[in-house]
Protein backbone atom coordinates (compact mmCIF):
# COMPACT_ATOMS: atom_id res chain seq x y z
CA UNK A 1 0.00 0.00 0.00
CA UNK A 2 1.65 2.92 -1.46
CA UNK A 3 1.15 6.47 1.03
CA UNK A 4 0.00 9.58 -1.60
CA UNK A 5 0.16 11.77 1.33
CA UNK A 6 1.90 15.19 1.40
CA UNK A 7 2.26 17.76 4.18
CA UNK A 8 1.87 21.51 2.85
CA UNK A 9 2.40 24.35 5.24
CA UNK A 10 1.38 22.64 8.43
CA UNK A 11 -1.22 21.21 6.65
CA UNK A 12 -1.92 17.11 5.78
CA UNK A 13 -3.15 16.46 1.97
CA UNK A 14 -4.69 12.99 1.43
CA UNK A 15 -2.69 13.53 -1.99
CA UNK A 16 -0.82 15.84 -3.73
CA UNK A 17 -3.54 16.67 -6.55
CA UNK A 18 -5.31 20.23 -6.12
CA UNK A 19 -7.23 21.89 -8.97
CA UNK A 20 -6.06 25.52 -9.55
CA UNK A 21 -7.84 28.50 -9.34
CA UNK A 22 -9.80 30.00 -12.27
CA UNK A 23 -10.22 26.18 -13.66
CA UNK A 24 -12.40 25.27 -10.59
CA UNK A 25 -14.85 27.96 -10.09
CA UNK A 26 -16.10 27.16 -6.09
CA UNK A 27 -16.11 23.72 -7.12
CA UNK A 28 -19.73 23.40 -7.29
CA UNK A 29 -19.79 22.18 -11.01
CA UNK A 30 -17.29 19.70 -10.43
CA UNK A 31 -19.23 18.65 -7.02
CA UNK A 32 -21.91 17.20 -9.39
CA UNK A 33 -19.54 15.37 -11.35
CA UNK A 34 -17.58 13.33 -8.55
CA UNK A 35 -17.01 13.53 -4.85
CA UNK A 36 -14.25 16.40 -4.77
CA UNK A 37 -13.61 15.87 -0.85
CA UNK A 38 -11.01 12.76 -2.74
CA UNK A 39 -9.00 16.14 -3.81
CA UNK A 40 -6.06 17.63 -1.72
CA UNK A 41 -7.39 20.46 -1.48
CA UNK A 42 -8.55 22.96 -4.68
CA UNK A 43 -7.78 26.55 -4.80
CA UNK A 44 -11.35 28.57 -5.64
CA UNK A 45 -11.53 31.62 -8.32
CA UNK A 46 -9.41 34.81 -7.37
CA UNK A 47 -11.25 36.94 -5.41
CA UNK A 48 -11.00 40.96 -5.17
CA UNK A 49 -12.49 43.37 -2.83
CA UNK A 50 -15.23 44.37 -5.28
CA UNK A 51 -17.39 41.76 -7.78
CA UNK A 52 -15.59 42.68 -11.11
CA UNK A 53 -17.21 41.41 -14.45
CA UNK A 54 -13.85 40.82 -15.82
CA UNK A 55 -12.55 41.84 -19.67
CA UNK A 56 -14.57 42.26 -22.58
CA UNK A 57 -15.54 38.58 -24.42
CA UNK A 58 -13.70 36.97 -26.57
CA UNK A 59 -11.42 36.23 -23.75
CA UNK A 60 -10.79 32.86 -24.48
CA UNK A 61 -8.74 31.56 -27.68
CA UNK A 62 -6.78 28.11 -28.84
CA UNK A 63 -3.25 27.32 -29.17
CA UNK A 64 -1.20 24.71 -30.11
CA UNK A 65 -1.18 22.31 -26.42
CA UNK A 66 -2.97 24.64 -24.83
CA UNK A 67 -4.73 27.86 -24.63
CA UNK A 68 -4.97 31.78 -23.66
CA UNK A 69 -7.57 33.09 -21.61
CA UNK A 70 -8.15 37.03 -20.87
CA UNK A 71 -10.75 36.65 -18.31
CA UNK A 72 -9.74 39.20 -16.00
CA UNK A 73 -10.13 37.82 -12.63
CA UNK A 74 -14.22 38.03 -12.83
CA UNK A 75 -15.43 37.07 -9.60
CA UNK A 76 -18.16 38.66 -6.86
CA UNK A 77 -16.33 40.26 -4.44
CA UNK A 78 -14.56 38.99 -0.95
CA UNK A 79 -17.82 39.81 0.37
CA UNK A 80 -20.35 37.72 -0.96
CA UNK A 81 -17.47 35.12 -1.13
CA UNK A 82 -17.19 35.09 2.69
CA UNK A 83 -21.01 35.65 3.47
CA UNK A 84 -23.04 33.25 0.71
CA UNK A 85 -20.00 31.16 -1.15
CA UNK A 86 -17.85 29.70 1.84
CA UNK A 87 -20.60 28.83 4.09
CA UNK A 88 -22.49 27.06 0.98
CA UNK A 89 -19.04 25.01 0.04
CA UNK A 90 -19.10 23.23 3.29
CA UNK A 91 -21.66 21.07 2.03
CA UNK A 92 -19.90 19.57 -0.88
CA UNK A 93 -16.29 19.71 -0.09
CA UNK A 94 -15.43 18.98 3.57
CA UNK A 95 -11.53 20.08 3.89
CA UNK A 96 -9.96 22.76 3.98
CA UNK A 97 -10.11 24.91 1.46
CA UNK A 98 -6.78 27.44 -0.70
CA UNK A 99 -8.76 31.08 -0.72
CA UNK A 100 -7.18 32.87 -4.44
CA UNK A 101 -6.75 36.68 -3.17
CA UNK A 102 -6.29 39.12 -6.30
CA UNK A 103 -5.93 42.81 -6.00
CA UNK A 104 -5.31 46.52 -6.89
CA UNK A 105 -3.22 47.56 -3.77
CA UNK A 106 -1.67 46.31 -0.95
CA UNK A 107 -4.89 47.60 0.80
CA UNK A 108 -7.17 45.58 -1.05
CA UNK A 109 -4.80 42.66 -0.46
CA UNK A 110 -4.42 42.96 2.87
CA UNK A 111 -8.36 43.63 3.13
CA UNK A 112 -9.10 40.68 1.58
CA UNK A 113 -6.78 37.87 2.99
CA UNK A 114 -7.38 39.34 6.78
CA UNK A 115 -11.58 38.87 5.86
CA UNK A 116 -10.82 35.56 3.96
CA UNK A 117 -8.08 33.60 6.12
CA UNK A 118 -11.12 34.17 9.26
CA UNK A 119 -13.51 31.93 7.20
CA UNK A 120 -13.74 28.53 9.15
CA UNK A 121 -13.05 26.13 6.16
CA UNK A 122 -10.57 28.20 4.62
CA UNK A 123 -7.12 26.58 5.13
CA UNK A 124 -4.47 28.49 3.26
CA UNK A 125 -4.46 31.71 1.50
CA UNK A 126 -3.35 31.48 -2.19
CA UNK A 127 -2.52 35.24 -2.96
CA UNK A 128 -2.12 35.88 -7.01
CA UNK A 129 0.21 38.28 -7.07
CA UNK A 130 0.67 37.22 -10.88
CA UNK A 131 -2.44 37.68 -12.61
CA UNK A 132 -1.54 38.77 -16.20
CA UNK A 133 -4.62 40.31 -17.11
CA UNK A 134 -5.19 43.03 -14.96
CA UNK A 135 -4.22 46.43 -15.51
CA UNK A 136 -2.83 48.46 -12.48
CA UNK A 137 -2.38 45.55 -9.76
CA UNK A 138 -1.83 41.86 -10.49
CA UNK A 139 1.45 40.83 -11.70
CA UNK A 140 2.94 44.44 -11.29
CA UNK A 141 3.61 42.89 -8.35
CA UNK A 142 4.63 39.76 -8.69
CA UNK A 143 7.69 40.87 -11.33
CA UNK A 144 9.64 42.56 -8.95
CA UNK A 145 11.49 41.06 -5.98
CA UNK A 146 10.94 44.39 -4.32
CA UNK A 147 6.79 44.92 -4.70
CA UNK A 148 6.60 40.90 -3.64
CA UNK A 149 8.34 41.51 -0.50
CA UNK A 150 6.34 44.35 0.16
CA UNK A 151 3.16 42.99 -0.89
CA UNK A 152 3.53 39.65 0.98
CA UNK A 153 5.08 41.43 4.56
CA UNK A 154 2.01 43.59 4.60
CA UNK A 155 -0.69 40.45 4.20
CA UNK A 156 1.63 37.99 6.48
CA UNK A 157 0.62 40.68 9.55
CA UNK A 158 -2.89 40.22 8.68
CA UNK A 159 -3.63 36.33 7.51
CA UNK A 160 -4.72 34.01 10.19
CA UNK A 161 -3.89 31.16 7.80
CA UNK A 162 -0.40 29.81 6.13
CA UNK A 163 -0.18 32.47 3.10
CA UNK A 164 1.14 30.98 -0.16
CA UNK A 165 2.05 33.35 -2.86
CA UNK A 166 1.39 32.66 -6.26
CA UNK A 167 4.26 33.66 -8.80
CA UNK A 168 4.36 34.65 -12.38
CA UNK A 169 6.74 33.31 -15.05
CA UNK A 170 6.64 36.56 -16.77
CA UNK A 171 10.16 37.38 -15.23
CA UNK A 172 13.66 37.11 -15.62
CA UNK A 173 14.61 35.67 -12.37
CA UNK A 174 11.75 33.96 -10.61
CA UNK A 175 14.37 32.11 -7.60
CA UNK A 176 14.91 35.81 -6.67
CA UNK A 177 11.47 36.31 -6.32
CA UNK A 178 10.26 33.80 -4.48
CA UNK A 179 13.43 34.30 -1.68
CA UNK A 180 12.22 37.68 -1.71
CA UNK A 181 8.54 35.91 -0.72
CA UNK A 182 10.02 33.86 1.73
CA UNK A 183 12.12 36.34 3.52
CA UNK A 184 8.61 38.52 3.66
CA UNK A 185 6.94 36.03 5.13
CA UNK A 186 5.64 33.77 2.73
CA UNK A 187 4.63 30.41 4.28
CA UNK A 188 5.30 28.70 0.65
CA UNK A 189 5.27 29.89 -3.21
CA UNK A 190 3.26 28.35 -6.07
CA UNK A 191 3.80 28.66 -9.55
CA UNK A 192 3.50 29.38 -12.49
CA UNK A 193 0.71 31.58 -12.90
CA UNK A 194 0.12 31.78 -16.98
CA UNK A 195 2.25 33.50 -19.58
CA UNK A 196 1.62 36.35 -21.57
CA UNK A 197 0.89 35.63 -24.74
CA UNK A 198 -1.60 36.63 -27.50
CA UNK A 199 -2.89 35.17 -31.15
CA UNK A 200 -3.96 37.01 -34.24
CA UNK A 201 -6.94 36.43 -36.02
CA UNK A 202 -5.44 36.14 -39.57
CA UNK A 203 -8.80 36.91 -41.95
CA UNK A 204 -9.83 39.93 -39.17
CA UNK A 205 -6.00 40.92 -38.74
CA UNK A 206 -7.13 41.94 -35.37
CA UNK A 207 -5.55 39.84 -32.11
CA UNK A 208 -8.35 37.07 -31.00
CA UNK A 209 -8.97 38.43 -27.63
CA UNK A 210 -11.08 41.42 -27.18
CA UNK A 211 -7.94 41.90 -24.65
CA UNK A 212 -5.99 41.30 -27.22
CA UNK A 213 -2.72 39.54 -24.95
CA UNK A 214 -3.58 36.68 -22.41
CA UNK A 215 -2.51 34.29 -20.24
CA UNK A 216 -0.90 30.55 -22.00
CA UNK A 217 -1.59 27.60 -20.16
CA UNK A 218 -2.04 23.97 -21.07
CA UNK A 219 0.28 20.86 -21.91
CA UNK A 220 2.77 22.95 -23.73
CA UNK A 221 4.04 24.86 -20.80
CA UNK A 222 4.81 22.20 -18.47
CA UNK A 223 8.95 22.14 -19.29
CA UNK A 224 8.78 26.36 -18.81
CA UNK A 225 7.28 25.64 -15.27
CA UNK A 226 9.15 22.35 -13.94
CA UNK A 227 12.20 24.51 -14.51
CA UNK A 228 10.91 27.02 -12.89
CA UNK A 229 9.54 24.85 -9.75
CA UNK A 230 13.60 23.35 -10.22
CA UNK A 231 15.13 26.87 -9.97
CA UNK A 232 12.80 27.91 -7.32
CA UNK A 233 13.00 24.83 -4.75
CA UNK A 234 16.99 25.48 -5.15
CA UNK A 235 16.12 29.15 -3.76
CA UNK A 236 13.80 28.83 -0.87
CA UNK A 237 13.40 26.67 2.21
CA UNK A 238 9.55 26.93 2.25
CA UNK A 239 7.15 24.37 0.65
CA UNK A 240 6.72 24.79 -3.34
CA UNK A 241 3.43 23.85 -5.10
CA UNK A 242 4.32 23.03 -8.87
CA UNK A 243 2.00 23.93 -11.53
CA UNK A 244 1.77 24.68 -15.39
CA UNK A 245 0.58 22.26 -18.30
CA UNK A 246 0.29 19.23 -15.74
CA UNK A 247 -2.49 16.35 -17.20
CA UNK A 248 -1.10 13.33 -15.59
CA UNK A 249 -0.04 11.66 -12.40
CA UNK A 250 3.55 11.13 -14.14
CA UNK A 251 3.07 14.85 -14.70
CA UNK A 252 2.51 15.13 -10.65
CA UNK A 253 5.53 12.86 -10.25
CA UNK A 254 8.10 14.47 -12.48
CA UNK A 255 6.97 18.49 -10.83
CA UNK A 256 7.18 16.70 -7.22
CA UNK A 257 10.65 15.63 -8.15
CA UNK A 258 11.07 18.98 -9.29
CA UNK A 259 10.88 20.00 -5.77
CA UNK A 260 6.82 20.65 -5.54
CA UNK A 261 5.39 19.61 -2.33
CA UNK A 262 1.69 19.64 -3.97
CA UNK A 263 0.96 20.13 -7.66
CA UNK A 264 -1.88 22.37 -9.09
CA UNK A 265 -4.08 21.06 -11.92
CA UNK A 266 -5.46 23.71 -14.08
CA UNK A 267 -6.45 24.07 -17.99
CA UNK A 268 -6.74 20.46 -18.27
CA UNK A 269 -9.80 20.36 -15.89
CA UNK A 270 -11.50 22.53 -18.41
CA UNK A 271 -11.02 20.18 -21.10
CA UNK A 272 -11.48 16.58 -19.27
CA UNK A 273 -13.08 17.91 -15.77
CA UNK A 274 -12.85 14.31 -14.69
CA UNK A 275 -9.05 14.91 -15.06
CA UNK A 276 -8.06 15.54 -11.07
CA UNK A 277 -10.45 12.42 -10.54
CA UNK A 278 -8.13 10.23 -12.71
CA UNK A 279 -5.31 11.84 -11.76
CA UNK A 280 -5.75 10.69 -7.90
CA UNK A 281 -6.35 6.90 -9.21
CA UNK A 282 -3.82 6.86 -11.20
CA UNK A 283 -1.08 8.16 -8.34
CA UNK A 284 -0.71 4.37 -6.94
CA UNK A 285 -0.11 2.38 -9.56
CA UNK A 286 1.89 4.60 -11.03
CA UNK A 287 3.96 4.94 -7.60
CA UNK A 288 4.24 1.41 -7.49
CA UNK A 289 5.57 1.01 -10.81
CA UNK A 290 8.21 3.50 -10.21
CA UNK A 291 8.89 2.05 -7.25
CA UNK A 292 7.73 5.05 -4.65
CA UNK A 293 6.35 3.89 -1.38
CA UNK A 294 5.92 7.40 0.00
CA UNK A 295 5.17 9.75 -2.77
CA UNK A 296 6.36 13.06 -0.10
CA UNK A 297 9.86 10.80 -0.08
CA UNK A 298 10.45 12.20 -3.56
CA UNK A 299 10.26 15.96 -3.27
CA UNK A 300 13.33 17.05 -4.94
CA UNK A 301 14.52 13.95 -5.89
CA UNK A 302 16.14 15.41 -9.04
CA UNK A 303 18.43 17.69 -7.26
CA UNK B 1 -23.76 17.37 -17.70
CA UNK B 2 -22.53 13.68 -18.96
CA UNK B 3 -19.32 12.53 -20.57
CA UNK B 4 -19.84 10.19 -23.21
CA UNK B 5 -18.73 8.68 -26.46
CA UNK B 6 -20.44 8.63 -29.55
CA UNK B 7 -20.44 7.11 -32.57
CA UNK B 8 -20.62 8.99 -35.78
CA UNK B 9 -23.51 7.84 -38.29
CA UNK B 10 -23.66 10.52 -40.52
CA UNK B 11 -21.48 13.80 -41.52
CA UNK B 12 -22.60 15.43 -44.31
CA UNK B 13 -22.71 18.87 -46.03
CA UNK B 14 -25.76 20.01 -46.30
CA UNK B 15 -25.46 23.79 -47.37
CA UNK B 16 -22.15 25.82 -47.98
CA UNK B 17 -19.67 25.33 -45.14
CA UNK B 18 -22.97 23.71 -43.15
CA UNK B 19 -22.26 20.11 -42.07
CA UNK B 20 -24.74 17.81 -40.22
CA UNK B 21 -23.19 15.05 -37.67
CA UNK B 22 -25.47 12.05 -36.41
CA UNK B 23 -24.37 10.47 -33.32
CA UNK B 24 -25.18 7.62 -32.11
CA UNK B 25 -24.72 7.29 -28.11
CA UNK B 26 -26.36 7.97 -24.57
CA UNK B 27 -28.83 10.87 -24.74
CA UNK B 28 -30.22 10.71 -21.26
CA UNK B 29 -28.32 13.60 -20.41
CA UNK B 30 -30.65 16.09 -22.29
CA UNK B 31 -33.59 17.84 -20.85
CA UNK B 32 -34.47 20.83 -23.09
CA UNK B 33 -33.94 22.02 -26.86
CA UNK B 34 -31.23 24.51 -26.81
CA UNK B 35 -28.58 22.65 -25.34
CA UNK B 36 -25.04 22.12 -25.89
CA UNK B 37 -23.00 19.52 -26.42
CA UNK B 38 -18.74 20.65 -26.03
CA UNK B 39 -16.41 17.72 -28.65
CA UNK B 40 -13.46 16.92 -27.82
CA UNK B 41 -11.01 16.82 -31.27
CA UNK B 42 -7.91 15.27 -32.03
CA UNK B 43 -5.06 17.89 -32.14
CA UNK B 44 -6.83 20.60 -30.12
CA UNK B 45 -6.42 21.72 -26.99
CA UNK B 46 -10.11 22.97 -26.47
CA UNK B 47 -13.07 21.27 -27.38
CA UNK B 48 -15.67 23.03 -29.60
CA UNK B 49 -18.71 23.82 -28.09
CA UNK B 50 -21.72 22.90 -30.71
CA UNK B 51 -25.15 23.34 -30.14
CA UNK B 52 -27.99 20.64 -30.43
CA UNK B 53 -30.26 20.40 -33.36
CA UNK B 54 -32.37 17.49 -32.25
CA UNK B 55 -32.38 14.38 -29.87
CA UNK B 56 -34.56 10.81 -29.29
CA UNK B 57 -33.50 8.17 -27.46
CA UNK B 58 -30.58 7.34 -28.93
CA UNK B 59 -29.37 9.89 -31.39
CA UNK B 60 -28.32 13.15 -31.25
CA UNK B 61 -27.84 15.44 -34.54
CA UNK B 62 -25.97 18.39 -34.31
CA UNK B 63 -25.47 20.99 -37.83
CA UNK B 64 -22.25 23.10 -37.18
CA UNK B 65 -20.64 25.47 -39.65
CA UNK B 66 -17.02 25.42 -40.69
CA UNK B 67 -15.61 28.69 -38.92
CA UNK B 68 -11.97 27.92 -38.55
CA UNK B 69 -9.30 24.49 -38.28
CA UNK B 70 -11.60 22.67 -35.60
CA UNK B 71 -14.43 22.52 -37.42
CA UNK B 72 -12.78 22.10 -40.24
CA UNK B 73 -11.36 18.80 -38.85
CA UNK B 74 -14.75 18.05 -37.73
CA UNK B 75 -16.24 18.23 -41.26
CA UNK B 76 -13.67 15.28 -42.09
CA UNK B 77 -14.45 12.65 -39.39
CA UNK B 78 -15.57 9.80 -40.99
CA UNK B 79 -18.94 7.40 -40.41
CA UNK B 80 -18.08 5.18 -37.75
CA UNK B 81 -15.71 6.88 -35.89
CA UNK B 82 -15.73 7.53 -32.06
CA UNK B 83 -15.77 10.61 -30.39
CA UNK B 84 -15.57 11.95 -27.01
CA UNK B 85 -18.56 14.77 -25.74
CA UNK B 86 -19.46 16.46 -22.74
CA UNK B 87 -23.46 16.61 -23.09
CA UNK B 88 -26.49 18.29 -22.02
CA UNK B 89 -24.68 21.34 -21.69
CA UNK B 90 -26.30 24.52 -20.45
CA UNK B 91 -29.98 26.10 -20.01
CA UNK B 92 -32.47 24.91 -22.93
CA UNK B 93 -35.36 27.20 -23.78
CA UNK B 94 -38.25 27.20 -21.39
CA UNK B 95 -41.61 26.31 -23.84
CA UNK B 96 -43.79 26.97 -21.06
CA UNK B 97 -44.39 30.97 -21.42
CA UNK B 98 -44.76 30.22 -25.51
CA UNK B 99 -48.36 30.91 -25.72
CA UNK B 100 -50.61 29.45 -28.25
CA UNK B 101 -48.64 31.02 -30.78
CA UNK B 102 -44.92 31.59 -30.88
CA UNK B 103 -42.34 33.02 -33.04
CA UNK B 104 -39.70 31.74 -33.89
CA UNK B 105 -36.29 33.63 -35.08
CA UNK B 106 -33.56 32.46 -36.85
CA UNK B 107 -30.35 33.21 -38.50
CA UNK B 108 -27.55 31.56 -40.39
CA UNK B 109 -25.85 28.85 -38.01
CA UNK B 110 -28.06 29.93 -35.01
CA UNK B 111 -30.97 28.05 -36.70
CA UNK B 112 -30.41 24.47 -35.36
CA UNK B 113 -31.40 24.86 -32.22
CA UNK B 114 -34.46 26.40 -32.57
CA UNK B 115 -35.35 22.79 -34.66
CA UNK B 116 -35.97 21.15 -31.73
CA UNK B 117 -37.77 23.64 -29.93
CA UNK B 118 -40.24 24.06 -32.93
CA UNK B 119 -40.61 20.45 -33.00
CA UNK B 120 -41.60 20.20 -29.43
CA UNK B 121 -44.21 23.68 -29.72
CA UNK B 122 -45.64 21.58 -32.44
CA UNK B 123 -46.25 18.40 -30.65
CA UNK B 124 -47.60 20.89 -27.91
CA UNK B 125 -50.30 21.98 -29.76
CA UNK B 126 -49.33 25.21 -30.44
CA UNK B 127 -48.67 27.16 -33.76
CA UNK B 128 -45.31 28.24 -33.95
CA UNK B 129 -44.44 30.62 -37.28
CA UNK B 130 -40.90 30.46 -37.90
CA UNK B 131 -38.41 33.15 -39.63
CA UNK B 132 -35.58 31.51 -41.13
CA UNK B 133 -32.80 34.08 -42.48
CA UNK B 134 -29.80 33.02 -44.38
CA UNK B 135 -26.94 35.27 -46.59
CA UNK B 136 -27.77 32.94 -49.73
CA UNK B 137 -30.04 29.89 -51.62
CA UNK B 138 -26.79 28.07 -50.74
CA UNK B 139 -26.14 28.70 -47.02
CA UNK B 140 -29.84 27.31 -46.65
CA UNK B 141 -30.78 24.13 -44.51
CA UNK B 142 -33.28 22.70 -42.74
CA UNK B 143 -36.54 24.56 -44.76
CA UNK B 144 -38.88 21.36 -45.29
CA UNK B 145 -37.75 19.67 -41.94
CA UNK B 146 -39.42 23.26 -40.47
CA UNK B 147 -42.36 23.19 -43.15
CA UNK B 148 -43.13 19.83 -41.57
CA UNK B 149 -43.34 20.64 -37.63
CA UNK B 150 -44.85 24.36 -37.91
CA UNK B 151 -47.55 26.11 -38.70
CA UNK B 152 -45.92 28.69 -41.35
CA UNK B 153 -42.16 29.32 -42.21
CA UNK B 154 -40.68 32.28 -44.14
CA UNK B 155 -37.18 32.38 -45.56
CA UNK B 156 -35.59 35.46 -46.08
CA UNK B 157 -31.78 35.88 -47.96
CA UNK B 158 -29.74 39.05 -47.70
CA UNK B 159 -29.25 38.82 -51.54
CA UNK B 160 -32.79 37.63 -52.25
CA UNK B 161 -31.86 34.31 -54.15
CA UNK B 162 -34.40 32.46 -52.20
CA UNK B 163 -37.62 34.13 -50.34
CA UNK B 164 -38.10 37.70 -49.56
CA UNK B 165 -35.02 39.37 -50.06
CA UNK B 166 -33.46 41.42 -46.41
CA UNK B 167 -33.22 40.77 -43.05
CA UNK B 168 -35.58 38.45 -40.71
CA UNK B 169 -37.04 41.79 -39.52
CA UNK B 170 -38.16 42.65 -42.59
CA UNK B 171 -40.47 39.92 -42.64
CA UNK B 172 -40.64 40.15 -38.50
CA UNK B 173 -42.41 43.48 -38.86
CA UNK B 174 -44.92 42.35 -41.23
CA UNK B 175 -46.27 39.64 -38.46
CA UNK B 176 -48.51 40.49 -35.59
CA UNK B 177 -50.53 38.59 -32.98
CA UNK B 178 -47.50 36.34 -32.03
CA UNK B 179 -47.27 35.78 -28.36
CA UNK B 180 -44.04 35.28 -27.69
CA UNK B 181 -40.62 34.93 -29.49
CA UNK B 182 -37.24 32.91 -29.55
CA UNK B 183 -34.36 33.60 -31.47
CA UNK B 184 -30.77 32.63 -32.37
CA UNK B 185 -28.28 33.99 -34.74
CA UNK B 186 -25.79 36.70 -34.89
CA UNK B 187 -25.61 39.06 -31.79
CA UNK B 188 -27.07 42.14 -34.24
CA UNK B 189 -29.56 40.06 -35.42
CA UNK B 190 -30.79 39.34 -31.67
CA UNK B 191 -30.65 42.72 -30.77
CA UNK B 192 -32.82 43.86 -33.65
CA UNK B 193 -35.14 41.20 -32.54
CA UNK B 194 -35.65 42.09 -29.11
CA UNK B 195 -36.08 45.70 -30.03
CA UNK B 196 -38.73 44.68 -32.71
CA UNK B 197 -40.71 42.19 -30.56
CA UNK B 198 -44.26 43.42 -29.39
CA UNK B 199 -43.50 40.65 -26.79
CA UNK B 200 -41.08 38.87 -24.17
CA UNK B 201 -39.02 36.14 -25.57
CA UNK B 202 -35.94 34.38 -25.06
CA UNK B 203 -32.73 34.51 -27.03
CA UNK B 204 -29.92 31.88 -27.13
CA UNK B 205 -26.48 33.24 -27.52
CA UNK B 206 -23.22 31.86 -28.74
CA UNK B 207 -19.90 32.59 -27.20
CA UNK B 208 -16.26 31.53 -27.37
CA UNK B 209 -16.02 29.05 -24.24
CA UNK B 210 -12.99 27.51 -22.59
CA UNK B 211 -14.60 24.54 -20.66
CA UNK B 212 -18.48 25.28 -21.63
CA UNK B 213 -19.57 24.07 -18.06
CA UNK B 214 -19.14 27.12 -15.71
CA UNK B 215 -15.52 26.61 -14.68
CA UNK B 216 -13.60 28.58 -16.16
CA UNK B 217 -15.81 31.72 -16.71
CA UNK B 218 -14.43 32.54 -19.99
CA UNK B 219 -18.00 33.32 -21.83
CA UNK B 220 -19.39 35.83 -19.59
CA UNK B 221 -22.17 38.04 -20.80
CA UNK B 222 -23.80 41.20 -18.62
CA UNK B 223 -27.15 40.86 -17.36
CA UNK B 224 -29.20 42.54 -15.45
CA UNK B 225 -28.84 40.40 -12.36
CA UNK B 226 -24.88 40.77 -13.24
CA UNK B 227 -22.27 38.96 -14.75
CA UNK B 228 -23.92 35.81 -16.16
CA UNK B 229 -21.80 32.68 -18.01
CA UNK B 230 -23.30 31.60 -21.17
CA UNK B 231 -22.48 28.12 -21.07
CA UNK B 232 -23.73 27.63 -17.63
CA UNK B 233 -26.09 30.34 -16.79
CA UNK B 234 -27.58 30.04 -20.49
CA UNK B 235 -26.85 29.76 -23.56
CA UNK B 236 -30.85 30.70 -23.53
CA UNK B 237 -31.29 34.18 -21.57
CA UNK B 238 -34.85 35.95 -21.47
CA UNK B 239 -34.95 39.15 -23.38
CA UNK B 240 -35.54 41.14 -20.37
CA UNK B 241 -32.45 40.00 -18.48
CA UNK B 242 -30.29 40.64 -21.21
CA UNK B 243 -32.03 44.19 -21.12
CA UNK B 244 -32.04 44.40 -25.21
Not at chain 2, 88 to 104: C, E, T
Request: hydrophobic share 40%; proline share 5%.
Amino acid sequence: MVDTSVCLCGMKLENPVIPASGTFGYGAEFAELYDINILGTFSFKGTTKQARFGNPTPRIAECSAGMLNSVGLQNPGVDEVCEKILPAMKKYFKKPVMANIGGFSVEEYVYCCEKVSQAENVGLVELNISCPNVHGGGMSFGTSPEEAARVTAAVRKVCKKPLIVKLSPNVTDIAAIAKACEDAGADGVSLINTLLGMRIDIKKRRPVLANKKGGFSGDAVFPVALRMVYEVYEAVKIPVIGMGGVSSADGVIEMMMAGASAVEIGSANLVDPFICKKIIEALPGRMEALGIARLADIIGAAH
Amino acid sequence: MQQALYTVAENQKIADGIYKMTLLGDTSGFSAPGQFVNVKLDGFYLRRPISVCHYNSNTLTLIYKVVGGGTDAMSKIARGASIDLLTGLGNGFDLSASGDSPLIVGGGVGVPPLYRLCRDLFAQGKRPTVILGFNSEKDMFYIDEFARVAYDVRVVTADGSFGDKGLVTDVMHTISGYSYFYACGPVPMLKAVCRMADTDGQISLEERMGCGFGACMGCSVETAAGAKRVCKDGPVFTKEALKW
